[in-house]
C-alpha cells in the first residue's frame, strides 16, 4: 500500500493561490493514478483532480478546469496541486488518494490538509 501525506494548505484570501503538495512511498507507484479529492465541512467527498503517473494525462472538475493544474514529479515521488484564482468555495480539506488502473476504488488516502479561502 502507498502511503499519502499532504502539505501546503493554509489561509489564502480569495483570488490568491496555493501549491498542495502529496508525498508518496511505500510501495511500486509508477503505474498508480492519483487524486486529489476535497470535502468541506456539511458536503461529501468530491473529486477535483487526476494523474496517472507514468503518462502525466490529467483530468479536472469542471469546477476548477482554468483555476487548478495538477502535475507530478517522479523524482520526488510527489504530485501537486496548483491552485489559482481562489474562491471562498474552494474551502475545504484537500485529500490525497491513490488507486490501481482498471479499479475505480481508491486504496490509499492521506489525512488531508485544510485550505481556507477568506472573502
Known amino acids: 500500500q502507498v502511503q499519502l501525506v499532504e502539505s501546503g494548505g493554509e489561509l489564502v484570501q480569495a483570488g490568491g493561490s496555493l501549491r498542495l503538495s502529496c508525498a508518496a512511498s511505500?510501495?511500486?507507484?509508477?503505474?498508480?493514478?492519483m487524486a486529489w479529492f476535497r470535502q468541506a465541512p456539511g458536503y461529501e467527498r468530491e473529486f477535483v483532480a487526476e494523474i496517472t503517473w507514468s503518462g502525466g494525462r490529467s483530468a479536472l472538475a469542471d469546477s476548477v478546469k482554468g483555476r487548478f493544474t495538477m502535475s507530478k514529479d517522479n523524482a520526488k515521488n510527489t504530485v501537486y496541486l496548483q491552485m489559482n484564482s481562489l474562491k471562498p468555495e474552494d474551502t475545504a480539506v484537500y485529500y490525497c488518494a491513490a488507486r490501481e488502473p482498471g479499479s475505480t476504488r481508491y486504496s490509499s488516502w492521506g489525512r488531508g490538509t485544510q485550505v481556507t479561502v477568506s472573502s
Open positions: 511505500g510501495r511500486t507507484f509508477s503505474n498508480l493514478l
